[in-house]
């Protein structure tokens, strides 16, 4: 056997990854529920009958070598272009080209990565070529397309959603690439420990790209000049040193979980909102930003049913700014565990939206004579006069209409602190009827 750095050595070999990239749909792992047999995007490849189509997922789940597969099942020319390098200049000459292969009957079909890396000008200059049917466009995105793609691309596009791989096909990739004598490491007679590749499986958090090559640098790394490589556990964590990460401060990751997490405080569920707590905070989330989420949560959601949270969540926002990472992941994750196991009352903020849709939508009232101001000379002319003091009144209450036309808008639940409120408020509905 050649000495493993004889086997490295090729000037130009691709990265594992790329050399172990799927040659036909059969040896496409994941992404069954697109991929399988009888499922829509196989069909549309197997029959070359394919329409414009946005492929949706996160990195190395397969979008791209999709390209590969259509290539070997088509007739018609694939072009591959990359939104990043590419001009509206190349557009031109796509444009130039695809009349001349449409007038000799041949198809072309752009692919188009990273395509939210096209501006809204760039995107429109595909728009009148797509719909005049010159090309048909697949672009591939990892950003939600209904948020980075022009509403009028999706509209002539199919969307298909590409999901991370799980570990269990992450370990099959990577058996593969061991077994492999042509594109993979076969050569090299590696031997891995189930748990040193559920180790790189776990690290490459769904993405076969980085599992690859994850395996690569952990072979390349402790491969001895002569010999089997066992690959143990220990290899891989020092190979790899740290976990991938995969959040996005600014993209799809960020808002996933920061929904996540507030709705698994509303739903009052404090483990899962400390877990998405801890990936916003590990992912380099703006710790100002949980902190602001948190207010807004403490009264949308708690309320009057406990009037400590926002208390909690004020003083939260405030020892961001005068602590700042690390320490203030305490005090936030105090602050989520303690709204998470609060009551729950959304009232004031169903009271506010219902009296916001009435100002909007209904004739406004006008503010009843004895409520008007006073405090100028002429005002009881105006006939600002009547009103009544209600501390003057039996337990601080007066009978008095303080609108036009009265309206319930605030309708407190019988829970946690917000009880007593309800109780209270029980009691002067008894006694209006009663005056």
Same mark, same amino acid.
């Given at each position: 056997m050649?000495?493993?750095?004889?086997?490295?050595?090729?000037?130009n !070999?691709?990265p594992? %990854?790329?050399?172990m990239?799927?040659?036909? $749909?059969?040896? /496409?792992?994941?992404?069954?529920? $697109?991929l399988?047999?009888g499922?829509p995007?196989?069909?549309l @490849?197997?029959?070359?009958?394919l329409?414009s189509? @946005?492929?949706?997922?996160p990195?190395g789940?397969?979008?791209?070598a999709?390209?590969?597969?259509?290539?070997g099942?088509?007739?018609?020319?694939?072009?591959r272009?990359?939104?990043?390098?590419?001009?509206?200049?190349d557009?031109?000459?796509?444009?130039?080209?695809s009349?001349?292969?449409?007038?000799?009957g041949q198809?072309?079909?752009l692919f188009?990565d990273? +395509?939210?890396?096209?501006?809204?000008?760039?995107?429109?200059?595909?728009?009148?070529?797509?719909?005049e049917?010159l090309?048909i466009?697949?672009?591939?995105t990892?950003?939600?397309p209904f948020?980075?793609?022009n !509403?009028?691309?999706?509209?002539?596009?199919?969307?298909?959603? /590409?999901?991370?791989?799980?570990p269990?096909?992450?370990?099959v990739l990577?058996?593969?690439?061991?077994?492999?004598?042509?594109?993979?490491?076969?050569? =090299?007679?590696?031997?891995?420990?189930?748990e040193?590749?559920?180790?790189i499986a776990?690290?490459?958090?769904?993405? &076969?790209r980085?599992?690859?090559?994850?395996?690569?640098?952990?072979?390349m790394?402790?491969?001895?000049? &002569?010999?089997t490589?066992r $690959?143990?556990?220990?290899?891989?964590?020092?190979?790899?040193q740290?976990?991938? *990460?995969?959040?996005?401060?600014?993209?799809?990751?960020?808002y996933? @979980?920061?929904?996540?997490?507030?709705?698994?405080?509303?739903?009052?569920?404090?483990? %899962?909102?400390?877990?998405?707590?801890? !990936? =916003?905070?590990?992912g380099g989330?703006?710790?100002r930003?949980?902190? !602001?989420r948190?207010v807004?949560?403490?009264s949308?959601?708690?309320?009057?049913?406990?009037p400590?949270?926002l208390?909690?969540?004020?003083?939260?926002?405030? %020892?961001?700014?005068?602590?700042g990472l690390?320490?203030?992941?305490? +005090?936030?994750?105090?602050?989520?565990a303690?709204?998470?196991? %609060?009551?729950?009352?959304?009232a004031s903020?169903?009271?506010?939206?219902?009296?916001l849709?009435?100002?909007?939508?209904q004739?406004l009232?006008?503010?009843?004579?004895h409520?008007?101001?006073?405090?100028?000379k002429?005002?009881?002319?105006?006939?600002?006069v009547?009103?009544?003091?209600?501390?003057?009144?039996?337990? &601080?209450w007066?009978?008095?209409v303080? *609108?036009?036309h009265?309206k319930?808008y605030?309708?407190?639940?019988?829970?946690?602190a917000e009880?007593?409120?309800?109780?209270y408020?029980?009691?002067?509905?008894?006694r209006?009827?009663?005056?």
């Open positions: 050649k000495e493993q750095s004889e086997l490295f050595a090729g000037v !070999r691709p594992l %990854a790329k050399r990239a799927p040659r036909s $749909l059969d040896e /496409f792992v994941g992404q069954d529920h $697109l399988g047999p499922k995007l196989r069909t @490849i197997e029959t070359d009958q329409s189509l @946005i492929l949706w997922g990195p789940c397969g979008k791209s999709i390209a590969g597969l259509i290539a099942r088509t007739k018609s020319e694939l072009v272009l990359n939104a990043v390098t590419s001009t509206v200049d557009l031109r000459t796509l444009k130039k080209e009349q001349g292969r449409r007038s000799s198809r072309t079909i188009l990273e +395509i939210h890396r096209f501006n809204k000008a760039q995107q429109d200059a595909l728009l009148p070529d797509v719909e049917g090309y466009l697949v672009g591939t990892t950003h939600n948020f980075y793609v !509403r009028a691309l999706i509209s002539r596009s199919r969307v298909f959603t /590409f999901e991370p791989l799980t269990e096909s992450l370990i990577l058996k593969r690439a061991l077994a492999d004598p042509e594109r993979g490491l076969a050569a =090299m007679g590696v031997e891995a420990e189930p040193a590749l559920e180790a776990r690290s490459a958090e769904g993405d &076969a980085g599992a690859l090559n994850g395996l690569e640098l952990a072979v790394a402790n491969a001895p000049k &002569a010999g490589l $690959l143990t556990v220990a290899h891989v964590k020092d190979a790899l740290n976990k991938h *990460m995969r959040y996005d401060r600014d993209e799809d990751e960020h996933d @979980i920061i929904s996540a997490f507030i709705k698994s405080v509303r739903g009052s569920d404090p483990d %899962a909102a400390i877990y998405w707590l801890a !990936r =916003m905070i590990a989330e703006d710790p930003f949980i902190a !602001r948190l807004i949560l403490a949308e959601d708690v309320g009057n049913a406990d400590r949270g208390l909690m969540a004020s003083a939260a926002m405030q %020892a961001v700014d005068t602590i690390p320490e203030v992941q305490i +005090i936030l994750a105090h602050v989520t303690y709204l998470a196991c %609060a009551p729950k009352s959304n903020y169903q009271a506010i939206n219902a009296a849709k009435d100002v909007a939508e004739p009232q006008q503010v009843p004579n409520l008007r101001g006073t405090g100028y002429g005002a009881e002319e105006l006939g600002h009547g009103y009544q003091y209600a501390h003057e009144g039996e337990g &601080a007066v009978e008095q303080y *609108m036009e009265p319930k605030y309708l407190p639940t019988d829970r946690g009880a007593k409120l309800k109780e408020l029980d009691k002067l509905d008894a209006r009827k009663k005056a």
